[in-house]
């Protein structure tokens, strides 16, 4: 009976536990995510040196031949697309630099990285939509970490000093530490963003045909043989799923009078004078504001004024590209072919290599690696554009994405297994778990209940028998054969 008692009791009280979402702070099963980016590491870049980690990671786990990543194919706006699973044109963080177009100010990368209002301006990142259900996040110098984003930003976070050695391998090796054992292992973290400024440097200085480029190109797969295996030293493998891709690509640029250079104020018909405001000088790409009445003219000036030199109204942009519906979008935009830069005044631009061009050039597009426990092993998957990394991050972290311009069909193939397609069903099953434990404790509480009555009864009975006892003898051979 005291058996009975306690199976019931302890039934009611933590079978409805079970039809309550799992607390995510306390899901072992729960999987950690690492995104890394290596800026500007082309997808081909392995090709032509030795990399053995690199070939490892695809062996253990997923590689795309190459991804997409949106236009301008620029680091800031293309990390935040990363980071939000938007087109540049959908999340506003249209250029590294921050501009004024009325008081002509601009500010270049690392500053910009301190406008908050550049990058707060509607669409959150992984890190808060992560923290707002629940999860803990870091970042290490990754674009847009400086950042708050309506008022909150990641929990744990490092932005590189103002004049950052960014090819330093001692560095690299204790930021890795760093987020392995202090962030992911001790503070238990579930999201950690993770850049390293290389190869993208090495690329732009000395082209990315150089040897110091590939030279770079070991050091980074060096790095990834590391991450790997403090992975494994803190304990982390079994369940930390890493990403590892880049921003952009890189394709060198043609000088030295090899080539007719693209310079605005040599093109017939042109004048500065009918600018309120331009951004040009800055590689391949540029926007202008002309004067009220002007664009006609300096379009029109500029239009098929060189062969390799795109000309677009803001309206008339390619919708392929995804660059026109944003307020901050200057009423005409310019980008080269690869091999040339837009250059203002004259030519100012001393890098070897550029950046920035249309993202169906090949030359544009970065590499991608997956490797952990949600990931297949040895799987070559097609290409795919990096809007389609937010989506796949906040599977893998089990949480529901902000509205973006991703889908997780575009990466489901390389997952061992689709986990339920939305959380309801994972709910779903928990509460078919509690209403079959609840049946049983019903069932065996009415038992309970049942064999209870029927003791009672027996018992008055058997009481009444002995009250009557010995009142009369043919009354109790009555009761005895009932
Ligand atoms: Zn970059």
Redesign the pocket.
Known sequence: MVLLWTVCVCLCVFAPSLAMPVSRRHNPSRSKVLLVSF??FRWDYDRDVDTPHLDAMARDGVKAPYVTPAFFT??SP??FTILTGKYIENHGVIHNMWFNTITSEKKPYYQTQFVNDWWDNGTVPIWISAQRQGLTTGSLHFPGTASTYQGESAEVSEVEPRFYNYSNETAWRNNVDKVMGDWFREKDLDFVSLYFGEP?STGHKYGPDSPQRREMVKQVDRTVGYLRSSAERNGLTNHLNIIIT???GMTTIFRNGLVEEITLSKIKGFSFQDLVFHLVDYGPTGMLLPKEGRLEKVYNALKGAHPHLHVYKKEEMPSRLHFKNNDRILPIILWSDPGYVINGYFPVQVNKGE?GFDNENMDMKPFFRAVGPAFRKNLEVEPFETVNIYPLMCHLLDITPEPNDGHLDATRAMLISSVPEDKNSVRDVHTGVFIGLAAVAGVIFSTFVFIFISNVIKRRRSEQRNDNKGKTEECQTKEASF
Do not use: L, N, V
């Open positions: 800026d500007g620029m680091t293309t990390h993208d880049a921003d952009h950046h």
